[in-house]
């Protein structure tokens, strides 16, 4: 289960760069989160980047044709993945942006590898070593120790759920809110950090182990504090 799929031919330098790339996109999206919360409410946020998102891919997904060979259990999995992780998800994220800290957010983000670790183990689609387990280990430490005393300081203060959610808790999502920064950052969210990004996510998942793949959320926390500090304070 370690090993690439055998239909997949790997180059390591590619595989790099592509991950590379995908934790600098992720870095981005908690600023760009940041700054369209402020101004809009949170759901409707969110529902509005998968509508965009949406608008590419849907047509790259019909002229492609991918769909046609899919099995009742390929759509049962991305119904699943996308109730989970772009409804339940987004709709937590968005509103926790308003008020969580930059630190505990670190941190919770550190644990992504964790756990990927531990349900790749659980479901026999990745194997659990020394090496792993020293790694994401050692990741988890580092951030807590870099983000930790923020953190302790903070107080206690799928599109379609989304957007009904979105309306019947925010109205309208046709409000004058809508800034130009704030529509900045809805196409960055939309294309770079939903787009392209799960395109990358995906085509290195098919290409390395779940839990290395998500070491970017360690990765990542260094890149977005800069951010948040150089564009928020």
């Not at 390591?12 to 409410?41: K, Y």
């Not at 050692?138 to 599109?159: K, Q």
């Amino acid at each position: 289960a370690d090993a690439p799929r055998p239909d997949v031919t790997v180059n390591v330098v590619h595989v790099r760069v592509a991950w590379g790339v995908a934790c600098l996109l992720w870095s981005a999206t908690f600023l760009f989160i940041r700054i369209g919360v402020a101004e809009v409410g949170p759901f409707t946020f969110a529902a509005a980047r998968l509508l965009v998102a949406l608008l590419v891919l849907v047509p790259l997904v019909v002229i492609r044709r991918e769909w046609a060979t899919w099995t009742r259990a390929d759509v049962r999995a991305v119904i699943t993945a996308g109730l989970l992780l772009l409804g339940v998800n987004y709709a937590l994220v968005y509103w926790g942006a308003q008020h969580v800290p930059s630190g505990l957010v670190a941190i919770l983000l550190a644990t992504t590898p964790i756990i990927a670790l531990g349900l790749g183990a659980l479901l026999r689609s990745e194997a659990i070593t020394a090496r792993k387990v020293g790694a994401v280990s050692l990741g988890f430490v580092g951030v807590v120790a870099i983000v930790g005393t923020e953190a302790a300081g903070a107080s206690g203060t799928g599109l379609g759920g989304l957007a009904a959610l979105a309306l019947a808790r925010e109205g309208s999502p046709l409000d004058p809110r809508w800034t130009a920064g704030t529509l900045g950052a809805l196409a960055y969210l939309g294309w770079g950090g939903s787009v392209l990004a799960f395109w990358l996510n995906y085509w290195l998942l098919a290409r390395m182990d779940t839990s290395a793949m998500l070491m970017m959320g360690v990765a990542e926390v260094p890149v977005a504090v800069v951010l948040g500090t150089v564009f928020l304070g």
